[in-house]
């Protein structure tokens, strides 16, 4: 059997599941490595294919770990973190030695094993509270929390290690993924899926703040196309940072009125204190995206709220594994669903044949 091209760090968690399961449909071999601190295998039972995966349980911070996950493969999806603003507010060394430490030691090893491209999963709060709005990549950082010095640093290490070491890297900031594959549990949840839970459970959203704050919300499916279009770039990538987004901002109080639209009814929404490290508005420039990659969001988010409603019913009612599979069916009879990553799957079929 022939060694995998892909490694996917945090492959068995949100994104990581998203990006596994598009490349396996594209008749990939990959492989993951994941030690299921937030990501569960669960993620990925949903895959027909599942002789095309390859599982390794491990640390992004054990140098063992990572080569045996590294060995022979050509291009590493770095999505493993410990995500999450409140966390880092929390527990600020341990968010730095996982997403900095970590990071490091990935492409470390990558370099040293013979890995050609790093695409890393960076994070729109590197920006911060910049006023400006739409967010570029040639604006100041202004980090406001221990995840966001975390992953705007990653950034700086990936770019050193292309000029230095001559490893090809790209830094993707992502704006607020959403979609199939992320839960709602535990305090640190992001805010679609615990709005989704609380409507389908009966119990009033939770807005930290007067809601009128803006989120530029991504669908996983873009996501997944900029990551594809990422690693297959014929471009000499040397540390470049793009925003992946929809490209467009919304209230989370309007996010609301969507939900109940979808749900068919009205959901409660109480309000809450804002927390500290959270921003108050977000909205992407993807231009610099659509100029190197050829990204477009093809999925707006509106679209992505029934998909992301029907797994979480799915893993309210039957748990992960039957969720994973019932969210694989609807792409599967969805042609809308599944166009939003044809054409970079397109991209990754042509490059290796």
Sequence with gaps: MSTPRYLITGGAGFIGSNIVAALVAAGERVRVLDNLATGM???????????????????????EAVAKAAAGVEVVFHEAALGSVPRSVEDPVTSDAVNVGGTVTVLDVARRVGVRRVVFAASSSAYGETPVLPKREDMSPMPLSPYAVTKLACESYCRVFSSIYGLETMCLRYFNVFGPHQTPEGPYAAAIPRFVDAALAGRPIRIFGDGEQTRDFCFVDNAVRANLLAATSPRKLAGEVVNIAGGRCVSLNALCVEIGRVLGRTPAVEHGPPRPGDVRHSLA???LARELLGYEPS????????????????LRSRGPAEAARRSAEMRAQSPRESA???GAMSNVVALFR
């Design 340 to 342: 939003s990553v044809a």
């Design 299 to 314: 999925v707006r988010w509106e679209d992505g709220i029934a998909p992301t409603v029907a797994y979480l019913e799915a």
């Design 41 to 63: 295998w669960e993620n990925l039972d949903g895959i027909s294919s599942s002789s095309a995966v390859e599982r390794i349980e491990g640390d992004i911070r054990d140098p």
């Design 285 to 287: 420039d993807v231009s």
